[in-house]
């Protein structure tokens, strides 16, 4: 079953504006790591945080981590056109990894 | 970076047909893939563990007979959608870990491109 859950499902902003998206989780995790996906493609790995980190950045990307809430935010600052698609955050608790249910991101140009 | 390769990316197919997907791992070698299903504008669910040398281990709820899993090579792991039906149309998509040697790693996934399956 799936152990994580975000939110919003669906995101409209304009160019420029940031996006953030949440998720939560249910067990004990290793790591938590944010994908993207394009239409009908495979998933690109974006950004990982260990169960130890509270804060991560890449570029854009900046994601928190709270083990005690169980929870974890996404945001991609000064988005693009380009940045619309589907983000999904994965859990991994022992050797699985786990989707949530993903959050559909739709940027105007 | 790492790089998965899956083909087909699509296929059409009459029901009650077999159709066979595989995943290679291009440039690592992966002890242990992953098979994942998805719907339209749904998360992935994990199907299976496909593991090097040994039999897959399935997630509860998916038929082993039905979602055959051959993980013959360290760099090739393939899924047979057996007596394929309308329903069993889905998106696939096979992913590994780099250093994967059959324990727990934390490192991330590589996905291939997907799979596309229609069954009419």
């Known amino acids: 079953s799936q152990q994580g859950e975000e939110d919003p499902q669906a995101l409209s902003i304009q160019e420029g504006e940031n996006a953030t998206m949440n998720c939560s989780y249910k067990?004990?995790?290793?790591?938590l790591q944010w994908y993207r996906q394009n239409s009908g493609r495979g998933l690109v790995h974006l950004i990982l945080i260990r169960s130890n980190e509270r804060e991560k950045h890449s570029g854009r990307l900046r994601v928190t981590l709270d083990t005690s809430k169980k929870s974890s935010s996404l945001l991609i600052t000064a988005s693009r056109a380009a940045d619309t698609a589907s983000y999904f955050c994965?859990?991994?608790?022992?050797?699985?990894?786990?989707f949530g249910a993903g959050t559909r991101l739709f940027v105007k140009a | 970076g790492a790089v998965v390769s899956q083909h087909p990316s699509r296929v059409i197919c009459k029901s009650g047909t077999s159709v066979k997907i595989e995943c290679r791992s291009l440039d690592f070698q992966a002890t242990t893939m992953f098979w994942y299903r998805q719907f339209p504008k749904q998360s992935l669910m994990l199907m299976a563990t496909s593991n090097e040398g040994s039999k897959a281990t399935y997630e509860q709820g998916v038929e082993k007979d039905k979602f055959l899993i051959n993980h013959a090579s360290l760099t090739l792991s393939t899924l047979t959608v057996t007596s394929a039906h309308p329903e069993d149309s889905s998106f696939y998509i096979c992913s590994a870990r780099v250093g994967d040697r059959g324990r727990a790693t934390n490192e991330k996934l590589f996905f291939g491109s997907g799979t596309q399956l229609s069954v009419l």
């Open positions: 067990t004990s995790i290793n790591n």
């Open positions: 994965a859990v991994t608790g022992g050797f699985k990894t786990i």
